[in-house]
């Protein structure tokens, strides 16, 4: 969703206010791409700051369908968002970037309140995601999910040095 910021800038001291829908409906990075499950409008304040400089405020909260990182069940993560930048509408594009330091959420006089929320999911997004804390994860061998059920493989790793040496023992027989 693009919205046009010609008319804030144009008087002083304007604000708006606006609620608006996220166009996207996953989070899609290099991770894989993650169905929202529920997500709420994002409510948009832009404030003309004078000289041309905008405060972009904006507030969201969404739950995204993610898979658990050890037995890849689906598990229901809740992001709440609050995000407020400034914006110098004097400045070039790569000027932005750089003083943002992230993507360019402002093109021209438009503002992409996707790319905007976008690039904040992306440094709030969990590093792990477990279905619970003690997850057994699943069997390597069978593929069996050990939260549900157990399975009879043989799955005690043997310590390297017990190896070889039991290698030494299978070869002198
Ligand atoms: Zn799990
Ligand atoms: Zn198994």
Same mark, same amino acid.
């Given at each position: %969703?693009?919205?046009?910021?010609?008319?804030?800038?144009?008087?002083? /001291?304007?604000?708006?206010?606006?609620?608006?829908?996220? /166009?996207?409906?996953?989070?899609?990075?290099?991770?894989?791409?993650?169905?929202?499950? $529920?997500?709420?409008?994002?409510?948009?304040?832009?404030?003309?700051?004078?000289?041309?400089?905008?405060?972009?405020?904006?507030?969201?909260?969404?739950?995204?369908?993610?898979?658990?990182?050890?037995?890849?069940?689906? !598990?229901?993560?809740?992001?709440?968002?609050?995000?407020?930048?400034? !914006?110098? %509408?004097?400045?070039?594009?790569?000027?932005?970037?750089?003083?943002?330091?992230?993507?360019?959420?402002?093109?021209?006089?438009?503002?992409?309140?996707?790319?905007? !929320?976008?690039?904040? @999911?992306?440094?709030?997004?969990? %590093?792990?995601?477990?279905?619970?804390?003690?997850?057994?994860?699943?069997?390597? $061998?069978?593929?069996?999910?050990?939260?549900?059920?157990?399975?009879?493989?043989?799955? !005690?790793?043997?310590?390297?040095? %017990?190896?070889?040496?039991?290698? @030494?023992?299978?070869?002198?027989?």
């Amino acid at each position: %969703m693009l919205i046009h910021l010609n008319d804030v800038l144009s008087c002083e /001291e304007k604000t708006i206010s606006r609620a608006i829908d996220l /166009e996207m409906d996953s989070f899609d990075s290099d991770l894989g791409s993650f169905p929202f499950i $529920k997500k709420e409008p994002v409510e948009l304040t832009i404030t003309n700051l004078g000289e041309e400089k905008l405060r972009i405020e904006a507030e969201t909260a969404f739950t995204a369908a993610v898979p658990c990182d050890r037995c890849l069940e689906e !598990v229901e993560i809740s992001l709440e968002l609050a995000i407020s930048k400034e !914006v110098d %509408m004097k400045q070039t594009a790569e000027g932005r970037i750089e003083d943002l330091d992230e993507t360019d959420f402002v093109i021209g006089y438009n503002l992409d309140v996707d790319k905007l !929320v976008y690039s904040e @999911i992306l440094v709030n997004w969990p %590093m792990k995601t477990l279905c619970r804390e003690d997850c057994k994860g699943i069997c390597r $061998k069978c593929g069996t999910n050990l939260n549900h059920s157990s399975c009879s493989c043989d799955t !005690v790793e043997l310590d390297p040095r %017990m190896a070889v040496i039991a290698e @030494i023992f299978k070869n002198s027989n």
